[in-house]
């Protein structure tokens, strides 16, 4: 079985940083690309920015040049370092990955994490 945990959220005031990280455990072969969504409330989960195996990243437009997804590929860790947050950064953060073990790929979500941005 294949797991994903996340840690990290929290509260933390506008203009703050959090470091969010996602482990990912099992019977793991290896992991294609790792992403990190997030969903407010009363809102759709979006993408918040993905990372592919050799490293390339993409975010999207709102969080653009404050946040840098990185990835510890030999440790199957993943990481959001998020900075200047603002309050519409608040949600529920989710790690995906599309992991390939023996014989077979799935596509994992791990349980969110709560970050929330206010004064």
């Known amino acids: 079985q294949v797991q994903l945990v996340e840690s990290g959220g929290g509260l933390v005031q506008p203009g703050g940083s959090l470091r969010l990280s996602c482990a990912a455990s099992?019977?793991?072969?290896?992991?294609?690309?790792m992403g990190w969504y997030r969903q407010a409330p009363g809102k759709e989960r979006e993408l918040v920015a993905r990372i592919t195996s050799d490293g390339r990243a993409n975010y999207a437009d709102s969080v653009q040049g404050r946040f840098t997804i990185s990835r510890d590929s030999p440790k199957n860790m993943g990481y959001l370092q998020m900075e200047s947050l603002k309050p519409e950064d608040t949600g529920v953060y989710y790690c995906?990955?599309?992991?390939?073990?023996?014989?077979?790929?799935?596509?994992?979500w791990g349980q969110g994490t709560q970050v929330t941005v206010s004064s």
């Open positions: 995906n990955a599309d992991i390939i073990i023996p014989d077979s790929r799935r596509d994992c």
């Open positions: 099992g019977r793991i072969y290896s992991i294609n690309a």
